[in-house]
């Protein structure tokens, strides 16, 4: 599994951005596929799931603020984040979880500006 991260930049706090990540691959249905996240100096964090069901799960810090979701078809997942604080900024990965695996895209950088 193959997957390609886009949508990451610059933006002011209190401002908008989406990230979308395609899988690819000899692939036919991905169990669950989210965001983690890396900011300077922490650990990898989970930030939002879903499954292929939809069902979904969000760190308490981004609840409210950012939505996650995919279209099974495509094996595409994506995450809407609105309201951003400078804390959001951090690398942020696309992750899937397939066949009792975990695959993980390169990275994309958000950088929230106060």
């Known amino acids: 599994v193959q997957l390609q991260a886009y949508g990451g930049g610059l933006v002011q706090a209190g401002g908008s951005l989406r990230l979308s990540c395609a899988a690819s691959?000899?692939?036919?249905?991905?169990?669950?596929m989210g965001w983690y996240r890396q900011a300077p100096g922490k650990q990898r964090e989970s930030v939002a799931l879903?499954?292929?069901?939809?069902?979904?799960n969000y760190r308490d810090s981004v609840k409210g603020q950012f939505t996650i979701s995919r279209d099974n078809a495509k094996n595409t997942v994506a995450l809407q984040m609105n309201s951003l604080k400078p804390e959001d900024t951090a690398v942020y990965y696309c992750?899937?979880?397939?066949?009792?695996?975990?695959?993980w895209g390169q990275g994309t950088l958000v950088t929230v500006s106060s």
């Open positions: 992750y899937a979880f397939y066949r009792g695996n975990p695959y």
């Open positions: 691959g000899s692939i036919f249905s991905i169990d669950v």
């Open positions: 879903i499954s292929t069901g939809g069902s979904t």
